[in-house]
């Protein structure tokens, strides 16, 4: 009885080691077939495929045409041309000059023209000083030189005609005080007034 338990024992520990290690190998084959399946999965496959995307098409740019435009490009709108200003013939026209001239009584003068040396027609000298910025009034001086009178006078002008009267004495003589006188522009002679009525024509050198 003892040798068959011992026999029976032995049997059953080769029995049980050939099964443990056929389950060994049955295990490791499914761990390499699994393996092997989800290396070739579909999941797999798909994710490793190349994928190809539509172009993206953007749309066309413009370009603002009116911004390439030079400034003296015909396309332009031309400018719009102002009229010439007329500017007003100004005093300081005469600045820093002595203006001499001839002044005589009406009935004296010959096609209003001044004979000098003559009783009733005199020598004056101008100077005019204090032009003001606009050029369109000054002060100045007179002085008669037969008469040896020398007058303060303003000057005033609307760019056509000159017009100048004696407000004030500077050097006392024979001269009245208050003539006035007038001119134009480029013209050679005027006409000039006193307070007691006598008048007559003046002429410019």
Known sequence: MAVNADRNRRI????GGALVGAAVAFAAVLLVRDGTRSSTSPTSAVSTAPTTSAPTTSAPTTTDVTSTIPATSPLTEPPTTQPPTTQPRLLRAFE?????GQACRAAVATA???PPS?????????ELVGIAGDGLSALGT???????????IAVRTDGTT??????????????????VYDIEFGAASGWWSCPDGSNGPFQMA
Do not use: K, M, N, P
């Open 12 to 15: 059953l520990f080769v029995v």
């Open 96 to 100: 820093g000059q002595v203006l001499v």
């Open 112 to 114: 209003d023209v001044c």
């Open 118 to 126: 003559q009783a009733g027609s005199w020598a004056f000298r101008i």
């Open 142 to 152: 007179i002085e008669w030189l037969e008469l040896g009178s020398v007058h303060y």
């Open 162 to 179: 000159i017009h100048f009267e004696e407000t004030e004495v500077a050097v006392e003589g024979d001269a009245q005080i208050g003539c």
